[in-house]
Structures are given as C-alpha cells and as structure tokens.
C-alpha cells in the first residue's frame, strides 16, 4: 500500500466513526445501554465512571482489528488507527474539553469548539435518557436550534 491509500482509509475511518458513534450514542447508550451510559449524565467521583465501559469495550475491538491486520490484512490495519486516531480525537474534544477531565481547563469562547462545548452541554441539560439532543462528537448542530428543540420537546410534554 502507498501512502495516500494508508491516509485515506485512516480519514474514511474517522469519518465513519463520527456516524458510528453518533448512532451508537443516540440508539444504544441512550437505549438498551443505558445502564453503563446513564453514569455519563450524573455526578461522578473520581476519575472513571460506568460508561467508561464502552471505551474499554470499544478498544478491545481495535486491539483485535491490529492484530488481524498486521497477520491478515494491512487495510484492516490502517482502519483501526482510523478508529485510534478517532479516539483521540474524541477524548480530546468529548472528555478533556467539555466535561474537562483530567483537570483541563479550557472554555472555548468562539469557533468550532465554542460551538461543540454548547451542543454537548446542551445534550447533558436533557434530564433522562429519551429527549436528549446532539448525538455526535465532532458535528454539532447550532446549538440556538439545540434550544429550540429541547423548548418544543417540553411543551409536548405538558401537552399530552
């Protein structure tokens, strides 16, 4: 393989596992996962909470996928540093940035990760599982619609 076929299918990974992790976060951890997820939305001591589950899950899935591909396939190799890569990114952005783990400090005032803090914020204001806004990581919808929706999810509910 050359290295734009090397590159390439490390950014089709990350890309994939935006949708992946949207759909997994919106159907899974906030469906029948929700008994490891449901930790992610309530005050946590200490460094690791239930939902930590899923990464450690996750990532013993990617260790398989290395090592299939340096025996089998060096394709399936570079997918899981797609999906490494992905993780990274993730744990910067989702566990660093906005729920600032490991003592990180920094709220974004303007830009991409302005807008990426409001929309995770805005999904955790959601108490519960079901109602809950803003599934993915790295795509963030504005969150003034974020508002809105929630606003509209709450009238409906008085309403019925």
């Not at 394709?75 to 952005?93: E, Q, S």
């Not at 519960?128 to 508002?147: N, Y």
């Amino acid at each position: 393989m050359n290295w734009y076929e090397k590159l390439g299918i490390v950014v089709a990974m990350v890309v994939f596992m935006e949708v992946f992790a949207w759909a997994t976060h919106k159907y899974v951890m906030h469906g029948f996962g929700w008994g490891w997820h449901a930790s992610h939305h309530e005050e946590t001591h200490g460094w690791f909470e239930k939902n930590d589950l899923y990464a450690i899950s996750f990532a013993f899935i990617v260790m398989g996928l290395f090592t299939a591909g340096a025996i089998w396939s060096a394709p399936l190799w570079w997918a899981a540093m797609g999906i490494t890569v992905y993780g990274g990114i993730y744990a910067f952005v989702h566990d660093m940035l906005v729920h600032q783990r490991g003592g990180f400090r920094w709220v974004p005032r303007k830009g991409y990760f302005k807008r990426l803090h409001q929309a995770h914020k805005l999904h955790h204001a959601v108490r519960g599982k079901t109602g809950t806004v803003s599934h993915g990581f790295l795509i963030a919808e504005d969150p003034a619609r974020l508002k809105a929706k929630i606003k509209a999810r709450a009238r409906d509910k008085t309403a019925a």
